[in-house]
Each structure stands twice: as C-alpha cells, then as structure tokens.
C-alpha cells in the first residue's frame, strides 16, 4: 500500500473501473484504478468527514489535501461552488481526479504536490482524510503546515479513526492550533476541527 503515497506508481498495473455512490444524497461517478486508496467504494472515513463538514459562507476556496481520486474536492465544488485545489503525490490519483473532475460536471485545479510542496495558494478551507498508514512523521506535516496555507479566518478539517491515533493526533493538533473541535465521533472516527495557528 505505499504506492499509495509515493510518485512512482507507473508500472503499476492498471484495471480501471467506474464506481458510483451518493454523498450526503448526491450522486456521483468516479474513475478509479489500482494504485489508489478505496478504488473499489465510497471510504468510510471519507464519508463520515463530509457528513459533518461545516461549509460556512465564508468558505469560498478550498483545498483537498491528498485528494486519492477527488471524492472531497469534487464534493465541495458541485455542493458549495468553491473554488478548488486538488493535490496528491501519488501521480494515477492525480489523473484519475482529473478525469473525474470532468465526469462530475465540476471544476478544480489538480495537480501534484508532495504535500504542500507545490502550493502557493492560501485557503479558506483545507480537508484531508490524512494517509494514516504513511506514518506519523508525514500526518503531522499536514497539520503543521496546513496551518501556513489557511486564510486567517480559515478552518482545517480531517478524520482519524481512534485506533489509528486520534488521541495522539489530538495532543498534536493542540501544539499548532488555538482552537481545536471534535465535531463529531462515529464508528470510531473523529471529524477534528482546527483554525487559529498558535504562535510560538
């Protein structure tokens, strides 16, 4: 499953397929492939996160931090017209959320990013169903730099499952951000909300 967090995933095998859910009772079709997280169904994680997101009118630009193959992004633009940003290292998830963007009848810039190594935009709005098993180091990266690339009024939303350490997401949320929310707990997921860089 590292391919799922790395740039190298070409030689990959591919066996493309076409899913269709409903978000929030919304329907939508993605393309996905092998090489990408959840190819085969809607995330659970995800579909708590979009549950109890909060989209304020405020919001008008937002960020899909690790997009896979653009389910968050494409949401937000077709329910809230926001204007998006879509990155992921992994090149196949960049594609696919490309060619779903189009599928979907939205618009969004996609592009790679390691991160936010290629983002030089800031966000009202930043949302991640962080890559847990890419391990720590690179979970709280996210969070220490989403807090850089917020507007200063701007939210940062994700989703962690308690046993995939929330309670350590949590402590470490606290050391970067003023306020820090669990919006909601459902089937062991955390929807987390933070906003207000501390500064140290």
Not at 24 to 49: M, Y
Not at 99 to 117: C, K, P, Q, R, Y
């Amino acid at each position: 499953m590292v391919h799922y967090f790395s740039e190298d995933n070409d030689n990959l095998k591919s066996n493309p397929q076409v899913i269709a859910f409903s978000v929030n009772n919304i329907s939508f079709k993605f393309n996905t492939d092998s090489g990408v997280f959840s190819k085969n169904n809607f995330d659970r994680g995800t579909q708590i996160l979009l549950k109890y997101l909060v989209v304020n009118k405020s919001h008008k630009t937002a960020l899909d931090l690790g997009c896979g193959y653009g389910v968050i992004g494409i949401y937000l633009n077709k329910v809230y017209n926001l204007k998006i940003d879509m990155v992921d290292i992994n090149k196949r998830a960049v594609q696919l959320s490309k060619s779903n963007v189009e599928l979907n009848g939205t618009t969004a810039d996609v592009f790679i990013s390691d991160g936010f190594e290629s983002i030089t935009s800031k966000y009202d709005l930043i949302v991640t169903n962080p890559p847990i098993r890419a391990g720590k180091e690179i979970i709280y990266r996210f969070f220490e730099n989403a807090a850089k690339y917020l507007n200063p009024d701007g939210e940062f939303y994700l989703v962690i499952n308690k046993k995939h350490g929330a309670d350590s997401a949590l402590k470490k949320l606290n050391s970067i951000y003023r306020s820090v929310e669990i919006v909601n707990r459902k089937k062991g997921f955390q929807v987390i909300k933070c906003k207000n860089q501390l500064t140290i």
